[in-house]
């Protein structure tokens, strides 16, 4: 059994090392611009891929909603997400950042393949995005059987069916943020930072409560997948 954390540090490994003005030299976790900014964009892209909340869905029955893989999503489109993400960090960071972010979903299609989720779908990004908040807001890894029973239960979530062709921004979104969650919390692992821990830890609970709507302290992942207390 191997680890989400492990998986996703090994695909979104920094391009740099923090001495060299990596992940730490972006500073996003620090910038309450681009938490509220990230916030903002999340809620955005998971009304327009599912029209509602993940805790509403969580109540439908355990029946699986069938997934195709969805189209490659233009670079353009790539491109002009990682671009509204770095506009929340200091001018003179936010090419290096886009670039960065460019690069962290290019990885994130690796990390698909490695854990069996179908290309492109939502709700596999979703679960992504989820494991890697709780992990970055409990400082808690999730086994690979975890993540699993997470992808089943998100799979429960209906996709729009207009959205078909038209979520791919939401879908960048959702997964340049799990990607950078993780391994933002690997770095940390290298060169702790308690203010940066701390920072981090705010940002998967805004992220859980944008996803969940809930207070994310309810929240728990475990072998059965995700539970609220």
């Known amino acids: 059994m191997f680890r989400i954390v492990t998986v996703i540090a090994m695909l979104a490994a920094a391009p740099a090392s923090a001495q060299e003005g990596g992940w730490f030299g972006l500073g996003g976790f620090d910038s309450a611009i681009f938490n509220s900014q990230a916030n903002d964009i999340l809620r955005r892209s998971h009304q327009q891929i599912f029209g509602e909340s993940v805790e509403e869905s969580l109540r439908r029955p355990a029946t699986s909603v069938p997934r195709t893989a969805r189209p490659a999503v233009a670079p353009t489109v790539v491109q002009r997400v990682a671009a509204e993400l770095a506009s929340g ?17 290019r990885r994130y299609g690796q990390l698909e393949r490695h854990l069996g989720i179908t290309a492109g ?15 970055a807001f409990a400082d808690s890894d999730v086994s ?12 429960r979530l209906p996709a729009q ?46 992220y859980l409560r944008a996803l969940l709507g809930i207070d994310p302290a309810r ?11």
């Open 161 to 206: 069916p207009a959205a078909a062709g038209d979520d791919a921004q939401g879908r960048v979104t959702i997964a340049i943020l799990a990607t950078y969650l993780a391994a933002t919390r690997e770095a940390l692992k290298e060169q702790p930072s308690a203010e940066r821990a701390a920072a981090l830890k705010a940002a998967g609970g805004t």
């Open 219 to 229: 929240v728990r992942i475990g072998e059965q997948g995700l539970s609220l207390r």
């Open 121 to 135: 779908d939502p709700a596999g990004g979703v679960a992504s995005l989820t494991a890697a908040s709780y992990m």
């Open 144 to 155: 690979d059987t975890a993540f699993r029973a997470l992808y089943a239960q998100m799979r």
């Open 89 to 105: 960090f200091p001018p003179e960071q936010r090419g290096r950042a886009a670039a960065s972010f460019a690069d962290l979903y």
